[in-house]
């Protein structure tokens, strides 16, 4: 192997070194640029395979060219009302469990008003 083939190879295989020792150290660093906050705004955007995501962004949301949906989180109940929960799923990418909590809560809070709407409209 020529010199300069076995300085090239020396200083790539050290770098590479010195960034899985880095990652190995420090991977609360790693991850923490790897996910962003996301806001959970007014729309929440549904795959074909009611995925529920948060983020327009999401790199899940348009698989392989697949059209979303989006809705607004006061229309959720109008939405899935036919769907059973057992079909429903939460993206694990752009969903947090703070958000998870919130959806669940406003679809249970649409739930309710609609319950009660039904109740007063048999009285």
Not at 32 to 38: R, V, Y
Not at 65 to 85: C, E, H, L, N, Q
């Given at each position: 192997m020529s010199d300069k083939k076995f300085k090239w190879l020396l200083i790539v295989s050290s770098l590479t070194c010195i960034i899985i020792a880095f990652v190995w150290k420090y991977p609360e660093a790693v991850k923490?640029?790897?996910?962003?906050?996301?806001k959970f705004g007014e729309y929440l955007y549904i795959n074909p395979r009611s995925t529920i995501h948060v983020s327009r962004k999401c790199s899940k949301l348009n698989y392989k060219?697949?059209?979303?949906?989006?809705?607004?989180?006061?229309?959720?109940?109008?939405?899935?009302?036919?769907?059973?929960?057992s079909d429903i799923s939460f993206c694990p990418h752009c969903v947090n469990d703070k958000d998870y909590e919130s959806i669940l809560n406003s679809l249970a809070f649409q739930l309710d008003n609609r319950v009660n709407e039904i109740i007063e409209s048999r009285n």
């Open positions: 923490a640029n790897s996910t962003k906050d996301i060219g697949w059209k979303s949906k989006r809705i607004k989180v006061a229309d959720m109940y109008y939405y899935f009302k036919d769907t059973p929960m």
